[in-house]
């Protein structure tokens, strides 16, 4: 097979939200640049989005919230495990994104007064703000290419290229073919989102997650290779939501006035979504299936909630309540948990990054669900796109000429045509990623004790072998799947030797440790982060403190 080799000055991997929003903003800042995006998918309908959105989960109004209150809010949401500079940049850049996507044609409605219609989501303050544009995705991309980005669909970031400590660019992995497609450039935005394919749906099927199941770490790994560090990986979260079909609904219907309950009608939720315990509680006595009311909220209430989930969010979702005889009028609609994922969107792990997503890396930055900036959702991935995107410009003009090193393709090269074979093999590659995934949630995430942690770690040995010399790969699809099952279990070792070094429960149902039931905020209201020693199974792990606006470290 012939390895293709591109040039550029900016790559982007993960044709995403905030992969898209990156794209643009560099061309908008200096349109002679070459801007390469490597997309796994398709841009035109791939990553969180697919199609369309509801809210900007976070949004601070003027004269009506502010940056100061979110942080107050998320600091409480995640139990003071957060730094205050990224998320503060975002809440302060989020009114300005709000115009800009106006500006191109996003809708944001507005009552009378043409206020624009907030929710509450978080503990405090109303920042969610609502939006109607079924086509988002597709607006993006399209004015990325208009800009000049040029996507290379079906391509995987496998490994980064570095040049003397600096990074150099990116080897992909073309999904369907196996070939290699090499990009030089000087600077890299991560930007291929979080791990969707953490732990198995409770359907059984591999790709029924929550979120989009093209996602699997490749980023964290990725930027764990070249040095950077990660955080928050022990931070495996699952939501609550629709039976079956693990699609989102809470923030549409709950902070419409929708209600969640258990069996004996106890109500969970109601109007704010961002408490879990009561639920998790309800949940792990039995009192399920937890399942959100609608009937008795006015006609025109329900039409527009029917209007949001059955566009904007996931037009399938039509369908699958018809199919099912569930008339949100007469029917509660039954939830379920989701599998575990780790997320920088909508959980607090990934890049460690500063407030100009950086990595620490020299030319490296990381954006959206890849980086740790907790909980920043969409309006995070815009942001820091844009704040990656103008860091990434100014560093190009200043470092430009980073080397290609010949030799780093030819190990690639080896490491493919080893893997590209059946000859021998005996293990399906579907079959292993479930059986890894189905390890996952039997070791990896809560309830987690040290036995069960050190359990996965010792698996994980097992299946790195099998993945190197036991698995039948017959074309270029079955070989990506290897090297995202390959990913799935090095993130399955970022979560375990985490939640090791955690010795407390906190976040409810995200890190439980039976053996450390209590939260200890003496010893670890901090963050704790991996980085890789002298090979990548060496993972590496150290606490490093919270820090505060003023910049100094947050103590209780
Ligand atoms: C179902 C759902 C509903 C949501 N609703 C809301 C909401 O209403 N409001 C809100 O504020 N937030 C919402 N969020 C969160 C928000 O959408 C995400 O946080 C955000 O879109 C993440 O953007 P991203 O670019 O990091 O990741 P994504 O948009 O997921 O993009 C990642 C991209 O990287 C690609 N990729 C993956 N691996 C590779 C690789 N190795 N090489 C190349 N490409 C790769 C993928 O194909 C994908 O295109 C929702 C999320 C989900 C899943």
């Known amino acids: 097979m012939e390895t293709r080799y591109i040039d550029s000055d900016l790559l982007i991997i993960g044709g995403g939200s905030a992969g898209c929003m990156a794209a643009i903003r560099a061309l908008e800042l200096n349109p002679a640049l070459k801007v390469v995006v490597f997309e796994k998918g398709d841009?035109?309908?791939?990553?969180?989005?697919?199609?369309?959105?509801?809210a900007l989960n976070i949004v601070a109004i003027p004269n009506f919230t502010s940056p100061e209150l979110y942080l107050e809010a998320i600091s409480l949401d995640c139990q003071g495990v957060v730094d205050a500079a990224p998320s503060f940049e975002m809440a302060k850049r989020s009114y300005a994104l709000l115009k800009?996507?106006?500006?191109?044609?996003?809708y944001f409605p507005v009552d009378k007064e043409g206020r624009y219609r907030t929710l509450q989501y978080h503990p405090k303050g109303?920042?969610?703000?609502?939006?109607?544009?079924p086509n988002l995705k597709v607006m993006l991309a399209r004015r990325a290419a208009d800009k000049g980005a040029v996507t290379i669909n079906r391509v995987m970031g496998h490994?980064?290229?570095?040049?003397?400590?600096?990074?150099?660019?990116?080897?992909?992995?073309?999904v369907r073919t196996g070939e290699l497609v090499v990009c030089r450039a000087d600077a890299v935005i991560l930007s291929a989102g979080g791990q969707a394919r953490f732990s198995l749906p409770n359907s059984g099927y591999l790709y029924g997650t929550f979120d989009y199941p093209g996602n699997t770490g490749d980023a964290y790994v990725m930027a764990f290779e070249t040095g950077a560090k990660l955080t928050g990986m022990e931070h495996s979260r699952r939501a609550m939501l629709i039976k079956d079909a693990n699609m989102p609904l809470l923030a549409i219907t709950i902070t419409r006035g929708g209600r969640m309950l258990d069996i004996f009608e106890n109500v969970l939720m109601e109007w704010s979504c961002h408490d879990n315990r009561k639920t998790d509680e309800a949940f792990s006595k039995g009192w399920g299936p937890l399942r959100i009311r609608l009937s008795h909220l006015p006609e025109e209430t329900?039409?527009?909630i029917e209007s949001i989930l059955f566009s904007t969010e996931r037009p399938v979702q039509k369908r699958f309540f018809r199919n099912r005889g569930v008339d949100f009028r007469k029917t509660d609609i039954e939830l379920w948990p989701t599998e575990y994922q780790l997320c920088g969107g909508h959980g607090m792990s990934g890049a460690v990054v500063?407030?100009?997503?950086?990595?620490?890396?020299?030319?490296?930055y990381a954006a959206g669900d890849a980086a740790c900036v907790a909980k920043q959702h969409l309006t995070g991935a815009f942001v820091f796109g844009e704040i990656a995107s103008e860091q990434a410009v100014d560093f190009i003009s200043a470092n430009r000429g980073a080397r290609l090193d010949r030799e780093q393709v030819r190990q690639a090269e080896i490491l493919r045509d080893h893997r590209f074979t059946s000859n021998g093999r005996q293990i399906d590659v579907r079959q292993l990623e479930f059986k890894v995934r189905r390890m996952i949630g039997d070791y990896v995430v809560s309830p987690k004790n040290d036995y069960k942690l050190k359990r996965w770690l010792e698996w994980a040995e097992r299946f790195r072998k099998e993945i190197e010399n036991e698995v039948i790969v017959r074309n270029g699809h079955e070989l990506s799947k290897l090297y995202e099952i390959d990913n799935i279990v090095q993130c399955g070792c970022f979560s375990a030797r985490a939640s090791i070094e955690r010795k407390e429960s906190r976040w409810g149902n995200s890190h439980l440790r039976t053996d450390y039931p209590?939260?200890?905020?003496?010893?670890?209201?901090c963050h704790v982060v991996l980085w890789k020693g002298e090979r990548i199974q060496d993972i590496q792990v150290g606490k490093q403190p919270v820090i505060g606006l003023s910049g100094k470290e947050v103590h209780r």
């Open 159 to 174: 490994r980064l290229l570095m040049d003397d400590g600096r990074v150099g660019g990116a080897i992909g992995l073309n």
């Open 43 to 54: 841009i035109k309908y791939s990553g969180s989005i697919a199609r369309g959105m509801d």
């Open 302 to 304: 329900i039409e527009e």
């Open 354 to 364: 500063n407030e100009r997503a950086e990595t620490g890396v020299p030319g490296l």
């Open 518 to 525: 209590e939260r200890d905020d003496k010893n670890y209201l």
């Open 126 to 133: 109303k920042f969610l703000t609502a939006m109607e544009e």
């Open 100 to 106: 800009k996507l106006e500006g191109w044609g996003v």
